[in-house]
């Protein structure tokens, strides 16, 4: 039976997002439906409701979820109802070129759930990153659900998968962090947090936080690094320089997405070294560098999408770090708030006030 239950919907451009009913159909072959538990609130979310990802409104927002398999459609085995899950928006296919070539984080053939969610009178929902889990239940394709232990806050579990993953993932996965070497993250908000606590955990001599603004950097010192920077008043390329002997980072994060962190990001890198884009640029975006520079300094830029993760080897390995102790996930959430507490939280992210709020069911 379909059933109907609260969501968190943005009805159209720039409008105010609003809880509304939905209807939630029976999963379909391949489907399940979550009961979520918890989702937080990520920019994309906002660049949905503002239509910057697109025109497709009504969108029922929300990805970053952790939540309990309720049932699941036929031919579903790798999960079932009663697995505790974290969502994922990439469901991967495993048989085009990249997922074959064991680059899945680059399939370009994910599955999303093929039934629509709707409102009541019908209209059917595009569901954020095809999750939309702002919602006491959704439908997504199995493939999505990956199942971790339980024994995990929800609100800590699910910014695994977003924005947290998107961090330690460039680190680990992107950057390959290794034993003693020193990292600078430049933007420390929660994906650059993220990124000094994979760095941290991959065995990082010296961590660098550079960031604009003080509060910030104070939470990076929290979350791991060694030494941070204010490049308000700062330049950050001679500071990261001064802080490793002359050289420059081993791996520098840029985790802000624009043509001027960038270009701190290339200077700011020991010869050899690496630049991990993970902050994401608008298509107006460009940056020149002269050729001569990329020539001589060499090394690696790499650009990281959704931490090059692949969420069933990543998810439970980090619950399970987190579980030991060896990170501390719960640290990310800043606020826990309800499904009507949505637009207010857009704002206090807009004024940088959290790292994430998240919503609890
Ligand atoms: N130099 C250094 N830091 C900056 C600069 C700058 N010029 N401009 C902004 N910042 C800092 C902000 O002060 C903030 O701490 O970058 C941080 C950005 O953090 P958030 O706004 O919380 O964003 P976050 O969720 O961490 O995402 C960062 O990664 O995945 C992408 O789409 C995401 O592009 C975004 C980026
Ligand atoms: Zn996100
Ligand atoms: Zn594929």
């Given at each position: 039976m379909p059933q109907q239950v609260l969501g968190v919907v943005a009805p159209g451009r720039n409008e105010p997002v609003r809880v509304e009913t939905i209807t939630v159909p029976d999963p379909g072959p391949g489907e399940a439906v979550v009961r979520v538990q918890a989702c937080g609130v990520c920019h994309t979310d906002l660049h949905y409701k503002q239509g910057g990802i697109g025109d497709d409104f009504p969108y029922l927002l929300g990805h970053e979820a952790a939540g309990i398999v309720e049932t699941v459609g036929e031919g579903v085995t790798d999960v079932a109802p009663g697995d505790f899950v974290i969502l994922n928006w990439r469901a991967v296919c495993g048989q085009c070129r990249a997922c074959l070539r064991g680059r899945p984080w680059y399939c370009f053939d994910t599955h999303n759930a093929r039934q629509r969610m709707t409102l009541p009178d019908g209209t059917e929902l595009s569901p954020a990153l095809g999750i939309g889990a702002f919602a006491e239940k959704t439908l997504v394709h199995a493939g999505q659900c990956t199942k971790v232990d339980p024994g995990v806050a929800p609100a800590a579990a699910g910014l695994l998968g977003c924005g947290v993953m998107a961090g330690i993932g460039a680190a680990l996965n992107t950057g390959n962090v290794g034993r003693g070497d020193t990292v600078a993250v430049i933007g420390c908000g929660g994906v650059g947090d993220a990124a000094i606590v994979g760095a941290r955990l991959a065995g990082a001599a010296k961590i660098i936080a550079v960031d604009i603004d003080d509060r910030k950097l104070d939470t990076a010192r929290a979350m791991g690094a060694t030494h941070a920077v204010n490049s308000r008043d700062t330049d950050p390329v001679e500071?990261?320089?001064?802080?490793?002997?002359?050289?420059?980072?081993?791996?520098?994060?840029?985790?802000?997405?624009?043509?001027?962190?960038?270009?701190?990001?290339?200077?700011?890198?020991?010869?050899?070294?690496?630049?991990?884009?993970?902050?994401?640029?608008?298509?107006?975006?460009?940056?020149?560098?002269?050729?001569?520079?990329?020539?001589?300094?060499?090394?690696?830029?790499?650009?990281?999408?959704?931490?090059?993760?692949?969420?069933?080897?990543?998810?439970?390995?980090?619950?399970?770090?987190?579980?030991?102790?060896?990170?501390?996930?719960?640290?990310?959430?800043?606020?826990?708030?309800?499904?009507?507490?949505?637009?207010?939280?857009?704002?206090?992210?807009?004024?940088?006030?959290?790292?994430?709020?998240?919503?609890?069911?």
């Open positions: 500071a990261v320089r001064e802080l490793t002997g002359g050289y420059g980072a081993d791996v520098v994060i840029e985790a802000v997405g624009r043509p001027e962190t960038y270009a701190q990001a290339f200077y700011a890198r020991d010869l050899a070294g690496t630049v991990v884009l993970v902050g994401v640029p608008t298509p107006d975006m460009t940056i020149e560098l002269p050729l001569l520079d990329v020539f001589g300094r060499g090394g690696a830029l790499k650009s990281s999408w959704y931490g090059d993760c692949l969420p069933s080897r990543d998810f439970p390995m980090l619950v399970d770090l987190h579980r030991q102790g060896r990170i501390d996930l719960g640290a990310f959430v800043t606020e826990t708030i309800g499904l009507g507490d949505v637009e207010k939280a857009f704002a206090r992210m807009h004024e940088g006030d959290v790292l994430r709020s998240v919503v609890v069911l």
